[in-house]
């Protein structure tokens, strides 16, 4: 087994680049806040706390909105102005929004640029991946909902983008619509639109929780009282507002942008719909496969892999459950004992560990954590370790 | 620095209970809009006394960070 690397590529100098950049980062936010208050370490939790306040707001809204063409952009109106506070949870509900893309994105950069994506760790990237793709759509939907000059330029958009696609494009188009064209029954289509796939992004964060063992689901409180100020304090100062009510007649040319959920509908002042659209197919299928083609270093530069699925030394294991709770990907699952081990310490044992193959990365962390040798990679054994060792600080032969 | 911290903590409480005076007057109007801008400032100011008493090291770290 060969330990030295080859040299690494201009990508793998990029990110290690971006690793040094990250890295002091988190070296200057330390300076400021001690490091369990280290917002760079909860950019997930934060994201979480962000979607929790989007249901929160969400289900208060849903109470006073009325999904009709006639009536939508009143309801919204009647939200802002005349329910107590509600346009302060309207922009709550709006910033809220925009706080979740960022902290995703903060998410994902970070986890990139630290290798935290590669091997088993697909698994949440993939998963992170549809989260931010949902979030987005969720974003745009929205912005449909409050039906003024804006949403209804947007749905024509959105139209035109689903019509160029090939032998889908049509039906789809009419089965977002209701119809041939906008009608009754389109804004009860994007409100199902918005809620349905916001539910689903809890099924989609328990997929993402799936293989980690202590996932930092919330941040500490310090971040969350910061959270909801700072979205209270924005509703309140820069209240979240719409455009003109849209009619038929109405033929609106532009509109704020949000960068965060309207940029592909600001590439069509170049580009056309059908190219837009497979821009946008490219872009996610490009970072489904980030973790299986951006690596640093090939399995065989790493030299250190392949050391073989873990594996129990049945006589040795006294189902003390260390190695259960230090496994990061839940590769370890335990047992009832079928029976005493061989060892004194073993002799009454209850339970037995159990690797899991299919989720072992073969990293060596339960060997560390067992204080019982009963546990072993089978091809990188503790001598041949020493043997490695005691070779690399052989003095060269000159 | 501790008496620093100190100071900070006894500006951002007085300044909190401005803000949550700003609310009541909020809520006494009808101003929904001051009331959730003040409520958005109490909270932070909140978080702030919180990450001083922090470095202040008069609360935590968690059990699991010591």
């Known amino acids: ?398 | 620095m501790h008496a620093l911290y100190g100071m900070g903590i006894v500006v951002l409480s007085g300044l909190g209970l401005l803000f949550a005076a700003g609310i009541i007057i909020g809520e006494a109007t009808d101003q929904w809009f001051l009331g959730g801008a003040l409520i958005g400032a109490l909270l932070i100011t909140y978080s702030f006394i919180i990450l001083l008493l922090r470095k202040m090291g008069m609360i935590g770290p968690r059990k699991a960070e010591r």
């Open chain 1, 1 to 398: 087994m060969s330990m030295t690397a080859a040299p690494p590529n201009r990508y793998g100098r990029l990110m290690t680049s971006l690793l040094r950049v990250t890295l002091r980062l988190d070296t200057f936010i330390n300076k400021i806040y001690p490091t369990d208050f280290n917002p760079l370490y909860y950019t997930g939790g934060l994201s979480n706390l962000f979607l929790f306040v989007l249901v929160l707001s969400g289900i208060f809204l849903f109470f006073y909105y009325e999904a009709s063409l006639g009536v939508a952009f009143e309801s919204v109106r009647y939200i802002s102005q005349d329910v107590p506070y509600g346009g302060i949870i309207r922009g709550v509900h709006r910033y809220a929004a925009d706080g979740f893309i960022v902290g995703i994105l903060l998410h994902l950069f970070r986890n990139w640029f630290t290798d935290r994506y590669l091997f088993s760790r697909d698994n949440p990237w993939i998963s992170g991946m549809f989260l931010l793709l949902f979030g987005g759509f969720i974003g745009f939907t929205g912005y449909q909902l409050v039906w003024d000059e804006r949403a209804q330029l947007l749905t024509s958009m959105f139209i035109a983008m689903l019509r160029s696609i090939p032998a889908v494009g049509e039906p789809l188009a009419r089965v977002f619509l209701g119809g041939e064209g906008i009608g009754e029954g389109t804004l009860v289509r994007i409100l199902f639109l918005h809620i349905v796939p916001a539910s689903t992004l809890y099924v989609m964060l328990w997929w993402h929780y799936l293989r980690l063992r202590h996932p930092k689901i919330w941040p500490p409180g310090v971040w969350v009282l910061f959270v909801l100020g700072i979205v209270f304090l924005l509703a309140g100062v820069i209240p979240a507002i719409s455009g003109q009510p849209a009619t038929p007649s109405a033929r609106p040319t532009s509109f704020p942008l949000d960068v965060f959920f309207m940029l592909p509908f600001w590439l069509l002042n170049w580009l056309s719909p059908g190219v837009v659209v497979f821009l946008s197919v490219v872009l996610f299928a490009a970072g489904l496969a980030v973790p299986y083609f951006s690596r640093r270093e090939t399995v065989a530069d790493m030299g250190v892999r392949h050391a073989g699925v873990a594996q129990v030394i049945d006589g040795n294991c006294t189902g003390c459950e260390l190695c259960y709770f230090d496994c990061p990907y839940n590769a370890i699952i335990m047992v009832p004992s079928p029976g005493p081990g061989l060892s004194k310490a073993a002799a009454n044992r209850t339970l037995l560990a159990v690797v899991l193959e299919s989720r072992c990365v073969e990293c060596g962390i339960c060997i560390g954590a067992c204080p019982f040798e009963a546990l072993e990679l089978p091809k990188f054994m503790e001598r041949d370790v020493q043997a490695h060792i005691t070779n690399a600080v052989q003095p060269t032969q000159a």
